[in-house]
């Protein structure tokens, strides 16, 4: 896969009709969350989206989907969640009201499902972009495809996991 991996910006940016991102992970280890994640463990709310911690995502999200970008967003969870699953329900009405459609879907709901091997941003459905990270959580190098069977195989799985997920608005976590 090449190395030159767009940023988040330039990915949506890019955008016509569709940004898919799939997450996979139980707990993510992202610096820009770290001070966030700990407000929330101390019972603050993690949920306005003036925040820093939100205010350039929610810009982004908008201006995304103010250009009629279907933004799509599921999640595997295993369950019972994690603290930091319970921190992302915690927040997403954020995203949601940003503009995104989130759903949830419990990983042993998915072990049929042909899934890559790492979370993914899929864009029109003729790019992809990796969101590697270590066994810790903390990203790594992202990847980046135009390669149309991994583009395929994305799709698939997106579209089967959002299928069988629940909407966010109904989801809640155990």
């Known amino acids: 896969m090449p190395r030159n991996v767009p940023s988040f910006d330039e990915l949506l940016d890019s955008a016509r009709s569709s940004a898919l ?12 969350e770290q001070a966030s994640f700990a407000a929330w ?13 939100w205010r350039d ?17 599921a999640r595997i969870v295993s369950v ?12 997403t009405s954020v995203v949601v009201d940003a503009g995104e459609q989130v759903r949830w879907l419990a990983r042993s ?8 091997g790492n979370d993914f941003w899929l864009i029109d459905g ?8 270590t066994g810790d959580g903390v990203p790594a190098e992202p990847q980046f495809s135009e390669d149309p069977r ?25």
Not at 41 to 53: C, F, I, L
Not at 80 to 91: K, L, N, Q, W
Not at 126 to 133: E, K, T, W
């Open 80 to 91: 019972p969640v994690t603290d930091y699953i319970r921190y992302e329900h915690a927040g």
């Open 21 to 32: 991102h799939l997450e996979m992970r139980d707990v993510y280890t992202v610096d820009g």
């Open 150 to 174: 991994v583009t395929r195989l994305c799709a698939a799985a997106f579209e089967e996991v959002w299928r069988r997920a629940v909407p966010h608005e109904d989801y809640k976590v155990s």
């Open 57 to 73: 995502w929610v810009a982004l999200v908008r201006r995304t989907t103010g250009r009629g970008v279907q933004m799509r967003r």
């Open 109 to 116: 709901e998915a072990s049929d499902i042909a899934l890559p």
């Open 41 to 53: 463990r101390r019972g603050e709310r993690v949920d306005d989206p003036e925040s820093a911690h």
């Open 126 to 133: 003729r790019a992809v972009r990796f969101n590697v990270f």
